[in-house]
């Protein structure tokens, strides 16, 4: 796994397929080409044009998105289904009444979970 850090891009240049194919392919090159198999990226259209530019200079690098990306965006659209959303905020004010500024029914759990399980919570 490498994180080669970031890119600052100039307000001149175009942010298309092929610039920032061309940047990942520095990257790769910089690296050594046998060192990579795979490309991880967001899922933007204009990176999945890029995916298949570096997919065809180098026929053994598969490309593909971040998946704890992707869960994360469908995980916010789920939060948003109106049934998904009442048990959310009804678990968050439960949340709030053990980890809120009252210190008694944090407490009281913390007793318990020691009591049936053996041993101190987190």
Not at 1 to 18: C, P, Q, R
Not at 38 to 55: F, G, N, P, R, Y
Not at 72 to 101: M, Y
């Amino acid at each position: 796994m490498l994180f080669d850090g970031t890119v600052k891009v100039a307000s001149s240049d175009s942010e298309n397929a092929n610039f920032l194919a061309e940047l990942l392919r520095q990257t790769i090159e910089r690296h050594g080409r046998l060192c990579f198999v795979q490309v991880v990226t967001d899922t933007c259209s204009v990176m999945k044009a890029a995916w298949k530019i570096l997919e065809n200079h180098y026929p053994w690098l598969t490309a593909t998105c971040c998946g704890t990306h992707v869960l994360s965006l469908e995980l916010k659209d789920f939060a948003k289904v109106p049934e998904v959303a009442n048990i959310i905020a009804k678990v968050g004010s439960v949340l709030s009444l053990f980890w809120g500024r009252m210190r008694w029914p944090r407490t009281k759990l913390r007793e318990v979970i020691e009591a049936n399980h053996g041993r101190p919570f987190g």
